[in-house]
């Protein structure tokens, strides 16, 4: 495709939901490019799409208004990557959807913690923004308040370079806003301390919960089952949201709002 086509299919884009859009070649992903090849043989190119969070949802003091935005933001990436692969495979191009979320692969080695494609180095390599001090992808519209998704095609679309400035301004609100201590700059993240953190209720929880059922008498399992717990990781299995922490995109100085 020539620059034209490839500026049509960003518009289109755009017109399915993306608040940003960016592409970079299969090529310039090395540490994927096998990954690619098994979900979709002759992929050529990447087109990274970003969904921008409702800051005032993030900053709220009810932690539920984070939750429902960051679902509906996820959605929002998920369905524009669906409507433009189906765009590009109207233009004859065999193009897939990869998830930014769930599902993911739950075997060994990943075992869910890893998606398919690193986005946040896609969306770099695509021009998007640059790594942040909490080592999320910072764009100079939106901060670090997006949530990514793409899609894969075998269309050869003329690529994006990446920011040649720095959009994260180094400011360091968001190391300072961690509730755990997880970041320490240069996106280096104590992954175990913003994993309990933000996974609060999540499969980690999931386990524990079952492991302390089974060393109860049955009297104070019965209370356990009837508990808050149990309550919260049912909404969790519900909605497939389980983050509790939006601190350090919150907190990204990079934003438009004050």
């Not at 999931?206 to 089974?214: I, M, N, S, T, W």
């Not at 356990?224 to 049912?234: K, N, P, S, V």
């Amino acid at each position: 495709m020539n620059q034209e086509q490839s500026r049509d299919i960003k518009e289109a884009a755009r017109r399915s939901g993306a608040d940003l859009v960016g592409i970079v070649r299969v090529a310039d992903l090395p540490e994927h490019r096998e990954e690619m090849e098994s979900m979709l043989p002759g992929a050529k190119s990447v087109v990274v799409v970003a969904a921008r969070h409702s800051l005032a949802a993030l900053r709220s003091p009810k932690l539920q208004m984070g939750q429902f935005d960051t679902m509906y933001t996820y959605q929002q990436a998920g369905w524009t990557a669906q409507a433009l692969a189906r765009h590009l495979e109207a233009l004859g191009f065999p193009s897939l959807a990869v998830p930014a979320f769930l599902p993911l692969d739950m075997q060994a080695p990943k075992k869910g913690m890893r998606g398919e494609i690193c986005w946040r180095r896609a969306g770099v390599r695509s021009g998007l923004g640059s790594y942040g001090e909490n080592g999320l992808l910072v764009t100079r519209e939106y901060g670090a308040a997006v949530r990514l998704s793409g899609v894969l095609t075998r269309a050869e679309l003329v690529p994006d370079a990446p920011l040649k400035e720095d959009a994260c301004d180094h400011c360091g609100r968001c190391l300072a806003a961690c509730p755990s201590g997880a970041l320490s700059g240069q996106g280096k993240i104590n992954k175990k301390l913003c994993g309990d953190q933000i996974f609060q209720f999540g499969l980690r929880a999931y386990r524990d919960f079952l492991e302390g059922l089974v060393t109860l008498p049955r009297e104070e399992a019965v209370k356990t089952i009837q508990g808050f717990e149990l309550r919260e990781l049912w909404q969790t299995f519900m909605t497939g949201n389980y983050y509790y922490c939006f601190a350090c995109q919150a907190q990204c100085s990079a934003t438009l709002l004050p």
